[in-house]
């Protein structure tokens, strides 16, 4: 059997609504929001199945709900996908994972190197603390789009000053995610439109994968210092690196932290997949279609299978 390869989207897939149809249809995906309710019950403000399902979208666009939201509805797409095929874990044959940002949380998940309710409890920790370090300092994202990593770095130099500034997300070829204080994003655009890039403001909390989320760094750490985490069974993508994480628990703990301070290598990640398991058949996780749209531009030659919907 061809050995299949699973992609994990991170924040920004999420959308009111998302699982909804996976929830109707499966079991095995129901089984998954049952016992992320049990494990959290109202900490989020409602239960997990309620905001998915219905929102609002102010309360589910939040860092600290969206986070774990996206966490829960990937693994109950995966459970419900296991089960729509026949197939246990075992069965499945995954060779590698790889996940955006957050998603990186439920590709080691899946790899068996951190268990459901652990996972969960990281993931609820990094969006909270991401929300608080995001509302201590005035700052965002900008998207460059036609810019390669070079060119991203000369757009921060330019904008900088004497604030944070700096590449954050290097999604596809293309497209590089900038990450600062507030002012030095406004700067970054002007700076951007001068070199003939065009810049786009993104609508998050704050500059995620920048040294301004070292408080939010340093709480993980501790968090995940507490955590067991044993050796993945299937290869598993580092977002710093773009290559495979070490079977090394605390190497794996060590990358965990590093990424939320230091740039996404997302595009490299899927690289490396494609150079290294050529004939293998990949998935995205629900919820959304960015990674499989993200691969187009990475990879004309990777077609990604989309399991927004059952």
């Excluded at 949380?105 to 459901?116: D, E, K, N, R």
């Excluded at 995001?134 to 000369?154: F, H, K, N, W, Y």
């Excluded at 944070?164 to 002007?190: I, K, M, Y």
Aim: with cysteine; hydrophobic share 45%.
């Amino acid at each position: 059997m061809t050995a299949r390869l699973v992609l994990c989207p991170g924040q920004g897939a999420q959308t009111v609504g998302m699982a909804q149809a996976w929830l109707e249809a499966s079991e095995a995906a129901r089984a998954v929001f049952d016992r992320a309710e049990a494990q959290l019950g109202d900490r989020l403000g409602s239960p997990i199945r309620r905001i998915c399902s219905e929102g609002p979208e102010t309360t589910l666009n939040r860092t600290d709900v969206c986070q774990p939201a996206i966490f829960v509805a990937s693994i109950a797409c995966w459970h419900g996908l296991l089960e729509s095929w026949g197939m246990s874990e075992a069965d499945a044959q995954v060779s590698a994972t790889a996940g955006l940002s957050l998603g990186e949380y439920t590709a080691l998940h899946m790899a068996g190197a951190i268990s459901f309710e652990d996972a969960l409890e990281l993931v609820v920790l990094r969006g909270r603390a991401m929300q608080d370090a995001a509302e201590a300092i005035p700052s965002g994202m900008v998207a460059l789009t036609g810019a390669d990593e070079s060119q991203a770095r000369e757009v921060c130099d330019a904008a900088r000053g004497s604030d944070v500034l700096v590449c954050a997300n290097l999604n596809a070829p293309g497209q590089v995610v900038l990450s600062g204080g507030a002012d030095a994003c406004a700067r970054a655009a002007s700076a951007a439109q001068n070199m003939g890039l065009r810049a786009t403001p993104l609508a998050v909390a704050g500059a995620f994968h920048s040294p301004l989320m070292q408080p939010a760094a340093d709480r993980l750490r501790t968090a995940l210092d507490r955590t067991t985490i044993v050796r993945p069974r299937c290869t598993v993508l580092a977002n710093v690196s773009g290559e495979p994480h070490s079977n090394d628990p605390d190497e794996i703990r060590r990358r965990l932290v590093e990424q939320l301070t230091w740039p996404v290598r997302w595009s490299a990640c899927c690289q490396w997949l494609a150079a290294n398991a050529p004939d293998g058949q990949w998935h995205e996780l629900a919820p959304g279609r960015t990674l499989s749209g993200l691969m187009r531009r990475i990879s004309r030659d990777v077609k990604v299978t989309n399991h927004d919907q059952p």
